[in-house]
């Protein structure tokens, strides 16, 4: 298994207030990405990152930022949450942009 | 818009017999895809996946078939064991324009003992 932590796994936080969601990878990888898991939607990509400091928006971007500081860890950030980002996040990484991606255990995020 | 389409939500196979999820895809510059299997509270596992140049891909139990022209790829599993329940989900990139996966919105495959 790629080693591909996430932090928490679980939070219940209210309407309005800061959450940051970290994940860690061990294996070096240069693509980090961060997805979200609705029903009826699959798996949809909020942001990635290509490399440290470099990071470029998905689809579902909208009242999230991200941030990568070193190549292991890269943090999601709802800077006021809304309880339409009730979700699983999934964190995953590859080696190379759109080659195969391996996914860490998720966050499940309640706001109420 | 949904670029990759699940349209069958659920499946149920009787043990030992093949399981066959679909998946359709809009986009024409697509040349890679994959399926993953996700179990309940945990990440999306990789599977098998497929190069645009081939047309089946195997791996024990699991074959994978693209048909470009009906921009159309299926996942066969033989035969099919009550482990294989969870949800499967296809995805799809454009390697050579971007880094970025498309998923469809999995199927829920149980297979019954």
């Known amino acids: ?112 | 818009d949904q670029q990759v389409k699940q349209n069958s939500p659920s499946l149920s196979v009787q043990e030992g017999r093949i399981s066959i999820l679909n998946c359709d895809y809009t986009n024409s510059m697509f040349d890679y895809f994959l399926w993953y299997k996700k179990y309940p509270a945990e990440g999306p596992t990789f599977l098998i996946s497929i190069s645009s140049i081939k047309d089946k891909n195997e791996d024990g139990r699991f074959t994978v078939f693209l048909n470009k022209s009906a921009k159309h790829l299926s996942l066969h599993i033989v035969p099919s064991q009550p482990g294989d329940s969870a949800v499967y989900f296809c995805a799809a990139s454009a390697r050579n324009t971007g880094n970025q996966f498309y998923f469809g919105t999995g199927t829920s495959l149980t297979v019954i003992p």
Not at chain 1, 70 to 84: C, I
């Open chain 1, 1 to 112: 298994d790629a080693g591909i932590t996430q932090s928490p796994r679980h939070k219940v936080t209210e309407t309005g207030t800061p959450v940051t969601l970290r994940c860690h990878q061990t294996e070096n990888h240069r693509y980090m990405y961060w997805y979200r898991q609705d029903p009826g939607h699959g798996l949809r990509l909020i942001h990635y990152s290509y490399g440290v400091k470099d990071t470029d928006k998905g689809e579902v971007s909208d009242g999230y930022s991200v941030s990568r500081s070193k190549t292991e860890d890269f943090l999601l950030t709802l800077e006021s949450a809304t309880s339409s980002q009730t979700s699983v996040y999934f964190c995953a990484i590859s080696g190379q942009g759109a080659d195969t991606q391996y996914f860490g255990p998720g966050t499940r995020l309640t706001v109420l």
